[in-house]
Antibody, heavy 119, light 108 residues
Framework: QVQLVQSGPEVKKPGASVKVSCKASGYSFTNFGIHWVRQAPGQGPEWMGWSSSYSGNTHYAQKFQGRVTMTTDTSTSTVYMELRSLRSDDTAVYYC????????????WGQGTPVTVSS | DIQMTQSPSSVSASVGDRVTITCRASRGIAGYLAWYQQKPGKAPNLLIYVTSTLQSGVPSRFSGSGSGTNFTLTISSLQPEDFATYYCQQANTFLPLAFGGGTRVEIK
């Protein structure tokens, strides 16, 4: 069965960086892209960007350009999302999600990684 | 950027009611519209994609329709497990992919 398993909760100080992992299993990893979506408390989901599991190409939402990096390790079927220069409004649950190959909709999601940014 | 606007932001309904949620895109998205259900503490769950295609395993009481910039999610007969928050998402362009603000379906 398809599974996306994310790393555990993080607490960071403003200005720090966080790196969240997403390990995929149960499907042909390179056939589907992985996206990152975050959700602040009480808010709707917010798309952050995409990485191709096949080529490693990425596309980031303009809002996060220069602060986010998504990388792929095909040997372990793991995708990483690093967010730098953290601010209090980056406090959110961060999800990885698999797209449907030819459609940018998300049929499988990780369990979410809570990231708290607080001094 | 494409903006997605959902209405209403919340709706109170009873088991067995028909519920309709609307999503409007700020410009045409060629039918690339998806709907998700989210329960507290859980990731969103895909219900419908490309306006009206039901995701595998989703009950047939859920349906989607629309075109251009206006889309609708309908629950034909609300069940207890349907009380949740629903989000639309435009999937036409990376500029950027965007979700609506959500509609909370509450018990009347």
């Amino acid at each position: 069965q398809v599974q996306l398993v994310q790393s555990g909760p993080e607490v960071k100080k403003p200005g720090a960086s966080v790196k969240v992992s997403c390990k995929a299993s149960g499907y042909s990893f390179t056939n589907f892209g992985i996206h990152w979506v975050r959700q602040a408390p009480g808010q709707g989901p917010e798309w952050m960007g995409w990485s191709s599991s096949y080529s490693g190409n990425t596309h980031y939402a303009q809002k996060f350009q220069g602060r986010v990096t998504m990388t792929t390790d095909t040997s372990t079927s793991t995708v990483y999302m690093e967010l730098r220069s953290l601010r209090s409004d980056d406090t959110a649950v961060y999800y990885c999600a698999r797209d449907m190959a030819t459609l940018t909709v998300f049929d499988y999601w990780g369990q979410g990684t809570p990231v708290t940014v607080s001094s | 950027d494409i903006q997605m606007t959902q209405s209403p932001s919340s709706v109170s309904a009873s088991v067995g009611d028909r519920v309709t949620i609307t999503c409007r895109a700020s410009r045409g998205i060629a039918g690339y519209l998806a709907w998700y259900q989210q329960k507290p503490g859980k990731a969103p769950n895909l219900l419908i994609y490309v306006t009206s295609t039901l995701q595998s395993g989703v009950p047939s009481r859920f349906s989607g329709s629309g075109s251009g910039t206006n889309f609708t999610l309908t629950i034909s007969s609300l069940q207890p497990e349907d009380f949740a928050t629903y989000y639309c998402q435009q999937a036409n362009t990376f500029l950027p992919l965007a979700f609506g603000g959500g509609t909370r379906v509450e018990i009347k």
